[in-house]
């Protein structure tokens, strides 16, 4: 599975964004897709995880009620709308794929990262 993030910008605070992740494969439909984020000089974490039937979605806390995971299958893209974006926001955003349901989720294949950034 080859995996293509993109969608990330410069926004103002509060402002939207919506990151996409195209896949490539015939398995991604059965794969669990996750987006996670690296800010500068911190640890990379997970934002949200999405099974492959999209039912049950998973939200780091901090960005619950503002975020949404979505996917589409036909397209084999899966989706990130980033509402209400905050500067603590900024980070760079990856997407990633066959994630484990485990707390953090490992995955076995990762995109590149597209950047976010939220100014003040």
């Known amino acids: 599975v080859q995996l293509q993030a993109s969608g990330g910008g410069l926004v103002q605070a509060g402002g939207s964004l919506r990151l996409s992740c195209a896949a490539s494969g015939r398995t991604y439909s059965s794969y669990s897709i996750g987006w996670f984020r690296q800010a500068p000089g911190k640890e990379r974490e997970v934002v949200a995880v999405i099974r492959p039937s999209g039912e049950t979605t998973y939200y780091e806390e901090s960005v619950k009620g503002r975020f949404t995971i979505s996917r589409l299958n036909a397209k084999k893209t899966v989706y990130l709308q980033m509402n209400s974006l905050e500067p603590e926001d900024t980070a760079v955003y990856y997407c990633?794929?066959?994630?484990?349901?485990?707390?953090?989720?490992?995955?076995?294949?990762w995109g590149q990262g597209t950047l976010v950034t939220v100014s003040s």
């Open positions: 990633a794929a066959a994630c484990t349901y485990t707390n953090p989720p490992g995955c076995a294949y």
